[in-house]
Structures are given as structure tokens and as C-alpha cells.
């Protein structure tokens, strides 16, 4: 018995059939909607390599059930820019040299959005570390990938008041 589920993704509507109720997220995205940029490391929730924002908030796709999140809103790597201009994250990965071999990259920077929206890390280094521990880097990119994001929290909030000023 095949399953219809809908969501937006990437601010359009996408409605697929599931044969399988096992179905994650993450192997819906990759193999039935063409959307690769999200990555597959562990397949376990170790690695952070698969994480998009599901309604917002910074999820492993890996362990989430696609049957499960009928309706949600997700966001991947593929939807972060407006055309072509990056979002600040994007541009603060390149300017701060924050990758290497590019396998964990589109992870870092969902999660990396996901932190600068929930607020809690601001632009103390230590605590981007810690926000950001969940994603893991074979190639030992953290230096930059912290710098990337203090920079993209500064450069997001900057224009934040630009925007009310
Ligand atoms: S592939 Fe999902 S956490 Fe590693
Ligand atoms: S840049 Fe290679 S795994 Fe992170």
C-alpha cells in the first residue's frame, strides 16, 4: 500500500508516494527528489552530514521518518540562496576557508543556520563550537568553520539593524 505525503520544501510544494513507511527524510530527498546536497555520512545520527531545517529547526535527516513529517516545511542546502546571492553563511565558509574536501559542508551550514536562528551561541567561539558539535569534520576544518560562523552571526545581525534602522 503506497502513502501519499506533502511537504514544502525548498518553498515548493512536493508530494511523493511512499511504498515503504521506512522511508527517511534524508533517502527521500536524495533518491525520489533529486536534492543530493544533503549528505549521507553515518546513516546513524553521528555525523551530521545529512542535517536540514525541518520547520525551522536543525534535524539529522538520517533519523527521521519521512511518513512521520506529512505537512513540514523543510529547508536544504539547495534552498539556501536567493538566486545568486549566498546566504551569509555560505559567503562566511568561503571567506573563512572552512572546508576542505566539501563532504560535511552543506551539514556544517544548515546547522550553522539552524544555530544563528535558535540565538543561543552569539559570536562567543566556544559556545559556536559546542552548538556546532554535532556535526563532524573528517578533514579537521573546525578552525575556520567557527570563524565562518561568528563572522555569519555578525554579518547577519549587522544587517538585522540595518533593515530596522
Ligand atoms: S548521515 Fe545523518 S547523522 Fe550521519
Ligand atoms: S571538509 Fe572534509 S569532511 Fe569536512
New binding site residues.
Given amino acids: 500500500m503506497s502513502m501519499s505525503v506533502t511537504f514544502t520544501i525548498n518553498r515548493a510544494a512536493r508530494t511523493v508516494e511512499l511504498d515503504d513507511p521506512r522511508v527517511t527524510l534524508?533517502d527521500l530527498l536524495r533518491e525520489r527528489l533529486d536534492l543530493a546536497g544533503t549528505?549521507?555520512?553515518?546513516?546513524?545520527?553521528?555525523?551530521?552530514?545529512?542535517?536540514i531545517l525541518l520547520n525551522g529547526r536543525r534535524v539529522?535527516?538520517?533519523?527521521a521518518l519521512a511518513i512521520s513529517h506529512d505537512g513540514a516545511e523543510i529547508l536544504t542546502i539547495e534552498g539556501l540562496a536567493e538566486g545568486d546571492a549566498l546566504h551569509p553563511v555560505q559567503a562566511a565558509f568561503i571567506e573563512h576557508d572552512a572546508l576542505q574536501c566539501g563532504f560535511c559542508t552543506p551539514?556544517q551550514i544548515m546547522s550553522a543556520v539552524g544555530l544563528i536562528g535558535e540565538g543561543e551561541a552569539g559570536l562567543d567561539p566556544e559556545r559556536v563550537r559546542e552548538g556546532m558539535s554535532?556535526n563532524l569534520c573528517r578533514c579537521g576544518a573546525y578552525r575556520g568553520i567557527t570563524e565562518a560562523v561568528v563572522a555569519a552571526t555578525q554579518a547577519m545581525g549587522a544587517a538585522g539593524q540595518e533593515d530596522a534602522a
Fill in positions: 534524508l549528505k549521507k555520512g553515518c546513516d546513524r545520527g553521528q555525523c551530521g552530514a545529512c542535517t539529522n535527516a538520517c533519523l551539514g554535532g
